[in-house]
């Protein structure tokens, strides 16, 4: 009691740190598991962790959202269509090599945008995300074939795990930095991919940095809707944009929408809806300048009259049932952008 009569101040900023501290280890598996990867308690306090997940505009007030048991539901339905199906599973340079962790799908919401330059080659927050000044032809999307993309690089979450494992021509022709539970916020700096002739695990910055492509493909988005704002993930969306465009100076980018839910998981769901999927892929069709960064909607593949994903495709809600990811890889296949 010596200390809160002499040093009050003292004493309350003990009481907030240890406060701090128990929230975020109650909430460090689910909200901010990835940003306590890497942490070091000689150098910083344990609740720095919470700290820098607000920073992304990750609050722990925002609540856990059940995206764990998402993809849970993901691994488990993959396991159980791998007994009836046999699906390729090569592996492609740089593929995602641990077993992959549950998801953590927890970090963004709504947010007016508007006043934000999103058009031509301007980014959310006004940087230059084209790698072109000077105005070109508009282009229009064609029809192409599988050596399309043997220079292309898909970036992405479970969804996009699932493109590389159930279609053996993309396996076999693209590189796949994909990963269970990945986020927009995490994409370019976790340490998940294994290159030849490294040592350990390498980020997706650091792979872009080493490996040039003639094509991007991005699609994320769906893990981020327990949290944070469509501010805060517009905002970071183009940031990696931006960095991409730094390191593929001459590479097509491809922003993909998010894909749907079911009607049912939609209708049943306050965070994981498609009024919200679509209310954020409104704003990232604005990220796209027609010139070199492309939008594109493989919804229109899998999706039924009503905007929603089709039920009879998806096993959990959420993700294709293994035959149906040939639907996007067809539609891939006619939405391609060939530059003579």
């Not at 009050?8 to 406060?19: H, Q």
């Amino acid at each position: 009691m010596k200390l809160l009569k002499y040093c009050p101040l003292l004493f309350a900023t003990a009481v907030v740190s240890i406060i701090l501290s128990c929230l975020t280890f109650a909430l460090k598996d689910e909200l901010y598991g990835d940003y306590a990867e890497g942490y070091d308690s000689a150098k910083m306090p344990f609740f720095s962790v919470m700290m820098k997940g607000m920073a992304d505009g990750v609050f722990p007030w925002d609540g856990v959202a059940d995206i764990r048991a998402i993809d849970e539901k993901f691994l488990a339905g993959r396991q159980s269509e791998e007994t009836t199906e046999t699906p390729t599973q090569e592996t492609v340079t740089a593929k995602e090599t641990e077993e992959p962790q549950p998801v953590q799908e927890t970090e963004p919401e709504e947010t007016d945008i508007s006043g934000n330059d999103v058009s031509g080659n301007s980014d959310i927050s006004g940087n230059d995300i084209s790698g072109n000044s000077e105005e070109e032809e508009g282009y229009e999307f064609c029809e192409v074939t599988d050596d399309y993309f043997e220079d292309a690089v898909f970036i992405g979450d479970s969804r996009t795990v699932g493109l590389s494992e159930y279609v053996e021509a993309l396996d076999t022709k693209a590189t796949f930095y994909s990963k269970v539970s990945l986020t927009i916020y995490t994409v370019l700096d976790k340490p998940f991919l294994k290159m030849e002739g490294k040592k350990g695990k390498i980020t997706v910055d650091e792979a872009l940095s080493e490996n040039q492509f003639g094509k991007v493909y991005i699609m994320l988005g769906l893990n981020e809707m327990g949290t944070g704002n469509i501010n805060t993930f517009i905002t970071k969306y183009s940031e990696v944009i931006a960095r991409i465009r730094e390191l593929q100076p001459d590479a097509i980018i491809y922003i993909q929408g998010i894909m749907h839910v079911t009607a049912d998981k939609s209708d049943n769901d306050k965070l994981f809806n498609n009024p919200n999927i679509n209310e954020r892929n409104e704003a990232l069709s604005q990220l796209a300048n027609d010139e070199d960064i492309f939008y594109i909607d493989m919804n229109e593949s899998v999706d039924d009259e009503d905007g929603n994903l089709i039920t009879e495709i998806s096993f959990d809600g959420v993700h294709l049932k293994a035959s149906a990811y040939e639907r996007w890889h067809q539609y891939l296949l006619q939405h391609a952008i060939v530059k003579e």
